[in-house]
Structure formats: C-alpha cells, structure tokens
C-alpha cells in the first residue's frame, strides 16, 4: 500500500510530533508514503473564503502532483482533508469546473485529470487496511483507559462531499479506540467545534468551546481525548488552561493526535511520538499504561 | 412496526428538570415523526406538547432535535430514522428556552432575525441595475429558501457557547437583503455585521449546513457576507486579517508560516499581543512555534504557487 503523504501545515510547523507519529505508525502499518514537499497549502476554508476558484487551483496542483506519482493522496488532517476532499469532489462532478481550474494551472504546463483520491489516515485505517490488521500490531493493549474521541468539524460536514462517517452518528474513532482496546467514551461534544478558527481573534468564543467539550468529555470519566484533527489537537491542548479558568474546572486532559494513540498501543516510546510536546502533561495516562516519559 | 419512542418531557409546573420518557407505538409504512407523535398525543398522551401547521415541510414550525440532530419532525420519517440510529430520540431545540416538552421559546430567534433590518431599503426603479436583476436569484445562493425553523441556531456551536451571536439564520437572511440589486444600503448592512456578534463571530463549522432542512446553507451565506465586506474594503477588523494574511502568506511561502501568522492577525493591537504571548512562550519551550523569519521560507516549487495567483489575478481583471 502506497500513498502520496500530504502533511498539511500543523505538522510541519506547530505540530510535528503529529509528524513523527504519522511515521512510525505507517511504517509499523506497511503503508509506504512518499511526502509531497512541493504542494502548497490547502487553504484551510480560509483562502476560499477570499477566492473559491485560487483556493481549487492550489489543491488542483496537489492533486495534479500526486496523479503525476500515480497515487492515492493521505491526509493527516482534519481540516485538509475537509477541504481538499471537498474541492475533489467538486472538481471530478461540477461541470466545467476541472476545465476551469486547469486554465490557471496551465500556464506551468500542470493539469489535473480527476484521478486522485484523498483519504485520510483515519479512513484508510478503518477503512482499507482494516481494524483486524490494526489489531494485530497492538502490542500494548490500551485496556484500562478510557478515551473521548473528538472527530473535529471538517472531517464529518458537509457530508456530502466526504461521506465516510454517518456526520450524525461517526463511529470511526470509536471502532478505532475500541481495536485498541481503550474504551470509548460517548459524550455530545464529539462532533462539535473545537473553535480553532476563532482562537486569535475571538478567544473568548474559542476557549469556550474547549470547556464545554472537555467538561463534557470529563463527565464521562475520560481519561484522555484523540483528535484526528492538528487544528483540534492545538486548541484542545494549548488553551486547555486557559479554558480551565473560564469554566473554573480542572480539566487536566491529555490530547491525543491519532497516530500518537495508535503508537502508545503499538509500543512506541512516549518520546518517540513527541508526547513531551504537548502543553497538558501526558503522564498520567502514559503511567496508566506503565509507561515512562 | 412496533416502535419505542424515548420523548423528552418537561412540565415548568411539576418537573425540577427534564425527563425523558418511553412511548411504545405502532408506526404504518411511512409514517413521519410527526404523524407518530400526533397518534401518541391522540392515543396515549395528551398533554404531549409540541409545535406544528402544515405538516409539509413549509411552516417551520416542527423543528425539533431527533436522535441529537435538528430536524423537521413532517419531514423524517420513523422507519430509516430507526435504521440510521437504531433508537427513537426526541428532544427539543437546543440553544433556546425550553418551555415544555417539545417546545422552545423562539422570542431570541426572532430578536437576531431583527437586529439585521430583514426588510428592503429600496433604490429608486431606475437606480436599479437590469443586468443584475436577471441573476438576482441566483446570487442569493438559496437563503430566499429559509422557512425560520432554528434548525440552525440550535445546531451552532457559536451560539452555543455566546449568546451575543447573530447566529446562521439571521445571517443568511443579512445575505437575502446585501445580494439584492434593489437595496440601497449595502454598505451600510456590511458594516453594522463588522462587529462583536457579526459575520466574523463563526467558526465555519458547517453545522448549519448540514442540518438545514431547505438547503440554505447559511455558512456559505456569511462566506459571502465576509467577501463582500472584504471586496469594500472592510478589512480592519481582526477577523478579515485573519484572511487576508492567511492569502498573503500563502502567495508569499505557499505553506502556512504560524510563527508569523498570529503577529500579522494582531498586528499592532498591544492588548491581543500580550494576550497572546504567554502561551507562545509556552509553546517556544515546548518547539511547537515554527521560526517565522526564515531566509528561505517557500515550499520547493514556490514558483508554480506564485503562477497560480498570477493567472488567477488575471482573470480577475478580465472578469472581475
């Protein structure tokens, strides 16, 4: 199995140990994945916000460059794989629009043909690679810990334009965490906004949103939370305590990325999946499962 | 089909809280949720409370939460409602006051509904541009379709958490009066959504999109609300900096540089600056902020990148 690895941004920049663990987790997986260092930024539903048609044409160029490789695109977040799944979708189905598109990509010679799949890392676990096979490369059974999954918006809606989890009733995460051998907490935040895309300007409304999840998540005696999502993983993580004062509640909540979790039951090292980098300690649930950092 | 309902019950004058309570009921081929939930009111219950008039998807007035989604309960029907979620749950609209069983009080829905002025300030006939009144149904992109369920309002996880927020219904509706060619107070509309409570307050979470029984998407609405602001030249606020730099770096490194990215949001705002360093200086110590000044910021084949702005630039100046 091999895919084109898109990294988006966070785990380049502010989330490389999403990064690290994405590594040793394919690896571990047998899935062979050759990064795509030239492709730009998806936009984030930010620059479409500006300008629809530049936003498609960057993710054209992508998916033109992973076609050139003959592969399947992997995401390893949320939020790209929203928003180039999305403009795939539209290229491959809304008249006119590839030819469009490929007008701007025209004058460096690139053009997209519609033949590229973006999936994410998430998906192709459930998905192709399957929860038995996962199964079988739990070394470290996650058994006593109780974990919130937190799909992250991009990831579920518009549904229409993804459609690998029911947006209403996801149970990707869960088989996943369950495959671990954790158990899955339910709780109503597991499919709401983390509020990343406010946190600069509008903190308030952001760290909002981060109480009431994890309080919410914390009701139901988690013991840790996984995110498919860096942008999630950032918010949830960097301004937990910040969160903790609006609420007036400890949280304490490690976050997980996903490849992070999925390495703690594969055996890899706290340090090895970049754990020590998160701003909530990690301790208690890596102790959990006698570990150390 | 014998089927158990799980319906939320509230009674102000008897109940400390809500409850939910089991009605066992027989549901035909088809039947909707609603047509299940007047045979109970009929058969089994009948101070079951909840809204509805048309019982055709036209009124709005039967929006009520189904198996934790908001949903017109005229236009669910029971049968693959059960198959999706294996369970009959009903409760009421969130995010607006619960007055008994099935039924919210709407007053703060209409109060964000009005703050947005939703009547025409109308040009004069010959003010109004012919051309654009043959696509004038087109740019309202839906939002003419809304029929003030609070689908939508109930479903935000912005107004969840603040209640200032203009909120996606009223928002779309901002959009039905700023896209059309016979109002006269376009600038006017932009500029009172600027604030705290407007169209910069969202997440972009794509709830409402998702659960709006018309297909208004009122996220797209507000999309369109920030563009349009942007394009007058309302680029201020902390808000539309955020994408206006979010595209100056991409054009410049073609990678998001979130060293930088903060600095260019806050700009010269001391308060948000000191707001925001502590925790960059938390996550410095932890090397989670990339370096924002790089010699050679750009992506390899920066090149390409800077062609793709470059021809769509241009084809913006022939058909702005």
């Known amino acids: 199995m091999r895919y084109a690895l898109y990294t988006g941004c966070a785990a380049k920049g502010a989330c490389p140990e999403l990064f690290q663990s994405t590594m040793l987790v394919t690896k571990r997986l047998g899935i062979e994945v050759v990064e795509m260092l030239n492709a730009a930024c998806c936009g984030a539903g930010v620059i479409t916000e500006a300008d629809p048609d530049l936003a498609l044409a960057i993710n054209a160029r992508t998916f033109a460059q992973a076609e050139a490789l003959g592969l399947d695109i992997m995401t390893i977040c949320g939020t790209c794989q929203g928003v180039m799944g999305m403009a795939n979708h539209r290229l491959k189905t809304e008249e006119g629009l590839l030819d469009r598109i490929n007008g701007l990509l025209a004058p460096e010679g690139i053009r997209y043909n519609g033949r590229v799949e973006v999936k994410h890392l998430l998906w192709i676990i459930v998905g192709d690679i399957g929860l038995d096979t996962l199964r079988g490369h739990v070394t470290r059974p996650l058994e006593n810990l109780r974990i919130a999954p937190f799909y992250g918006c991009y990831i579920l809606r518009p549904s229409k334009y993804l459609g690998f989890d029911d947006p209403e009733n996801p149970v990707s995460l869960e088989k996943l965490i369950s495959a671990l051998s954790a158990h899955p907490v339910d709780y109503e935040g597991r499919t709401k906004c983390c509020g990343f895309p406010l946190v600069l300007e509008k903190e308030p409304i952001a760290i909002g949103m981060v109480g009431a999840n994890l309080k919410e998540a914390k009701e139901e005696l988690a013991d840790a939370l996984v995110t498919p999502c860096p942008l999630c993983h950032m918010n949830l993580d960097i301004y937990q305590g910040r969160a903790e004062k609006k609420i007036g509640e400890k949280l304490a909540l490690p976050i997980f990325h996903l490849p992070q979790l999925i390495g703690l039951a594969m055996g890899f090292q706290a340090k090895e999946l970049g754990l020590s980098r998160h701003l909530v300690p990690t301790q208690s649930v890596v102790e959990k499962i006698q570990l150390k950092v | ?320």
């Not at chain 2, 109060?111 to 012919?130: F, T, Y």
């Not at chain 2, 595209?247 to 707001?275: A, T, Y």
Request: glycine share 6%; proline share 7%; aromatic share 8%.
């Open chain 2, 1 to 320: 089909m014998r089927v158990t309902f799980h319906i939320q019950k509230y009674n102000p004058e008897k109940d400390p809280k809500p409850h939910e309570e089991p009605y066992r009921i027989d549901v035909g081929h088809g039947s909707t949720v609603l047509e299940a939930l007047m045979r109970l009111k009929n058969e089994a219950d009948g101070t079951l409370t909840f809204r509805y008039a048309c019982r055709s998807a036209i009124c709005g007035s039967c929006a009520m939460e189904i198996n934790g989604t908001e949903k017109l309960a005229c236009k669910t029907q029971v049968r693959p409602e059960l198959e999706r979620h294996g369970e009959i749950r009903i409760g009421p609209l969130k995010n607006l006051p619960l007055i008994k069983d099935l039924v919210v009080a709407m007053d703060p829905f209409w109060e964000k509904i009005h703050s947005i002025r939703p009547w025409l300030e109308p040009l004069s006939h010959e003010q109004v541009d012919p051309a654009r009144m043959r696509d004038a149904f087109t740019a309202f992109n839906n939002v003419e379709a809304c029929i003030l369920c609070g689908a939508c309002v109930a479903a935000c996880t912005v107004y969840e958490v603040e209640k200032s927020f203009a909120g996606p219904a009223a928002l779309a509706k901002a959009w039905r009066f700023a896209a059309d060619p016979r109002e006269a107070a376009v600038p006017e509309r932009l500029r009172r959504l600027q604030g705290d409570g407007g169209i910069w307050d969202c997440t972009r979470c794509n709830y409402c999109v998702e659960v709006c029984p018309k297909d208004v998407k009122p996220m797209e609405a507000i999309i369109l609300l920030r563009r349009a602001s942007l394009q007058s030249g309302l680029t201020q606020t902390m808000g539309s900096r955020h994408l206006t730099s979010f595209v100056d770096i991409i054009s410049h490194e073609g990678r998001l540089n979130e060293g930088l990215m903060p600095m260019k949001v806050i700009g010269f705002r001391f308060k948000d600056f000191l707001r925001i360093l502590p925790l960059g200086i938390r996550m410095f110590l932890k090397g989670k902020v990339p370096f924002p000044f790089k010699v050679k910021p750009a992506i390899p084949g920066m090149k390409q990148v800077r062609a793709i702005f470059a021809a769509r630039a241009q084809a913006k100046r022939e058909k702005p």
